[in-house]
């Protein structure tokens, strides 16, 4: 099993739609959970960071966290075509250095 | 003002070349990595560095020796490259600690072994 596990895609959505990504991680001490977009050719930014169970609201972007089924989501509303990038999960262990990544999830948004 | 940068950006050379890549953070973090992102863009930790110590060393080559001159600096150096260490190398750093503290990437060093 993966630390970390992401559906690769593509994810194919209308304009104006709401994507949702998942991702599943194995290290139930996990407490530091993020999502980053990385468009091509570029590196990853930072869109969200999460730490309690529950959903978190930035603009268009929710993050929702589940630590007792271990999956974090992220949903994005009103979908543009600018979304279009690959969306990178990442997790960490609180006390360590470690950084674990999925293998990203590639979303389309169709204009 | 750039916070984490990284020269060269691409970088083609030779089967059996020894390359530099250098990266330096401005952000006052403590800990710095290097991560290589490969064709199916799987990010994968090679190295990191916590106040110039050597702190995670994952299966990698030892063709692959990384330095750090101070906590702000964290240089990749590999020896006798192959065709398979064509990749993105990304340096990042980040203030670990306690929990929230994001991890920042530099705009990436594109590596071509030819």
């Known amino acids: 099993q993966k630390e970390v596990e992401q559906n690769s895609g593509p994810l194919s959505v209308p304009e104006g739609a709401i994507a949702s990504l998942n991702c599943t991680y194995s290290?139930?001490?996990?407490?530091?959970f993020f999502w980053y977009r990385q468009y091509s050719g570029k590196s990853p930014e930072l869109i969200m960071s999460?730490?309690?169970?529950g959903d978190k609201e930035d603009g268009r972007f929710t993050a929702q966290l589940n630590k007792a089924s271990q999956y974090v989501s992220l949903l994005i509303r009103d979908s543009q075509p600018s979304d279009s990038a690959t969306y990178l999960c990442?997790?960490?262990?609180?006390?360590?250095?470690?950084?674990?990544f999925g293998t990203g999830t590639r979303l389309k948004v169709l204009a | 003002d750039t916070a984490v940068s990284q020269t060269p950006k691409y970088l083609v050379t030779q089967m059996g070349n020894d390359k530099s890549i250098k990266c330096e953070q401005n952000?006052?973090?403590?800990?710095m990595y290097w991560y290589k992102q490969d064709s199916k863009k799987f990010l994968k930790i090679m190295f990191s560095?916590?106040?110039?110590?050597?702190?995670i060393n994952e299966t990698v080559p030892n063709r692959f020796s990384p330095k750090s001159p101070d906590k702000a600096h964290l240089n990749l150096h590999i020896n006798s490259l192959e065709l398979g260490d064509s990749a993105v190398y990304f340096c990042?750093?980040?203030?670990?600690?306690?929990?929230?503290?994001?991890?920042?990437f530099g705009e990436g060093s594109w590596l071509t072994v030819v």
């Open positions: 990042a750093s980040s203030q670990v600690g306690f929990s929230g503290n994001t991890i920042y």
């Open positions: 290290d139930r001490g996990s407490q530091s």
């Open positions: 999460i730490y309690s169970n």
């Open positions: 990442a997790v960490n262990r609180p006390g360590t250095y470690k950084y674990i």
């Open positions: 952000l006052g973090h403590d800990t």
């Open positions: 560095y916590n106040n110039k110590e050597l702190i």
